[in-house]
């Protein structure tokens, strides 16, 4: 039954049908055809995950991050960037990546936050006189932060797959992120010296900086709040992420006041969309979890690792290795979910926290999404930037050698995460 499902599933890719398809006629197939499962039972298989409490924190998360970050409080944010970073070396590229990290803060989302970022700051950087091709890199490859700050849709869906606490992950997330952030500031600094990229002249008093600042604070306070309230044991998820959309909302009305009526509207609708792709996938998986489950490959793949790489460095090695593939051909919801099972046996095989787990995984496969050739990042920012795939890849070296570094420090630094 395993063998068709996969087979079923690789044929469907092949055909370029989307992957939550793709998941979910190959294991309804298998259970159904191949397997002793009625229809009907497969059937219910397939959407019994989707009814779970824990997983209505993804879409009014989404929606309190679209309420936000459609306004106003967007262009303050890329001000107040600008304001602190714009005069350096690479600078506009820094705005990017400070931007992405207070974007995925607010909205959780790595395709969201590129979408929205892109669009405001990638013509703005070629009208300074930056490549497109880097705008594009900078862009894509700094959302990776968003599939770790708080509240990071991913990490829900892996504490969903392996039972571990959100506000834990969240709390270990914070320190990857922000090693993510400075070490892409960084490279920004460096590529831009050496290229002579322009920098902003324009100067800035204190009083100016400091009102930009207190504009932009709402949405700096956003994570913070989060974490606090889940750490504190205040809130579950699920509370706090109703509470988000109620601060959005208040936050636009009486602070901002550039709430209307087309902008709820547009949240709306793009949080009905994006719940919609997750939650299919989310259903899909847990067909295919089931099937893997029943089939005992997790406990396999977990027996057979400890028998053959024996020490735990060799595994984790192992592990980063084959998602760094994965990713590049799954989304990463999809991939979290399917992959999630197997890695959990593996971890606790070999004595390995699963909140560095969920870490480790968010890292590596959120590269897949600036890596050729599925990268969902990746083809959002080249599409903003009319720029060539192969060119903005061609950009992305400094990023990619500053995302593996952080990998290997997550994975082999517990300390960074545990604490």
Not at 46 to 67: D, R, V
Not at 217 to 241: D, H, K, W
Not at 290 to 309: C, D, F, H, N
């Amino acid at each position: 039954m395993t063998v068709q499902m996969l087979i079923g599933f690789i044929v469907f890719l092949l055909m370029a049908m989307p992957v939550g398809y793709s998941l979910v006629i190959s294991g309804w197939a298998a259970l159904s055809v191949f397997g002793p499962m009625p229809s009907s039972m497969a059937v219910m298989k397939i959407f019994q995950p989707t009814q779970s409490f824990p997983l209505l924190a993804i879409p009014f998360f989404i929606l309190s991050g679209g309420l936000m970050m459609s306004g106003k409080l967007g262009q303050k944010l890329v001000g107040l960037a600008s304001m602190l970073v714009g005069k350096y070396h690479g600078g506009l590229g820094q705005v990017t990546v400070v931007g992405s990290t207070v974007f995925g803060g607010v909205s959780g989302s790595a395709v969201a936050e590129a979408s929205a970022l892109g669009s405001m700051l990638i013509p703005w950087q070629k009208r300074e006189g930056y490549p497109g091709a880097f705008g594009a890199a900078v862009t894509s490859a700094s959302s990776v932060i968003a599939g770790l700050m708080p509240p990071s849709i991913p990490l829900i869906l892996f504490a969903t797959v392996s039972n571990t606490s959100i506000a834990s992950l969240f709390v270990a997330a914070v320190i990857p992120a922000l090693m993510l952030a400075g070490g892409m500031m960084l490279a920004c600094y460096i590529v831009g010296k050496k290229r002579g990229f322009p920098r902003l002249t324009m100067k800035y008093t204190g009083a100016e900086v400091r009102n930009t600042f207190f504009t932009a604070l709402p949405a700096l306070l956003m994570p913070v709040f989060i974490v606090v309230l889940l750490r504190a044991g205040i809130a579950t998820p699920t509370e706090v992420s109703i509470i988000a959309v109620a601060y959005a909302l208040v936050v636009s009305s009486v602070i901002y006041r550039d709430l209307t009526a087309d902008r709820v509207m547009s949240a709306l609708v793009n949080t009905v969309i994006t719940t919609g792709i997750v939650m299919l996938i989310i259903a899909a998986a847990n067909i295919i979890a089931y099937i893997l489950t029943s089939g005992g490959v997790p406990q396999a793949v977990a027996q057979w690792a400890v028998e053959y790489l024996k020490h735990p460095i060799l595994i984790i090695l192992a592990i980063n290795l084959l998602m760094l593939f994965i990713g590049m051909f799954l989304d990463l919801p999809a991939a979290i979910l399917l992959l999630g099972p197997t890695l959990v046996s593996i971890a606790n095989a070999i004595g390995l926290d699963l909140v560095q787990l969920g870490i480790i995984m968010c890292v590596n496969l959120s590269i897949g999404l600036f890596s050729p050739p599925i990268g969902t990042t990746l083809f959002v920012s080249s599409a903003i930037a009319r720029e060539r795939i192969g060119a903005v890849v061609k950009e992305l070296g400094p990023f990619y050698l500053v995302a593996i570094v952080v990998l290997l420090l997550v994975s082999f630094v517990p300390a960074l995460i545990i604490y």
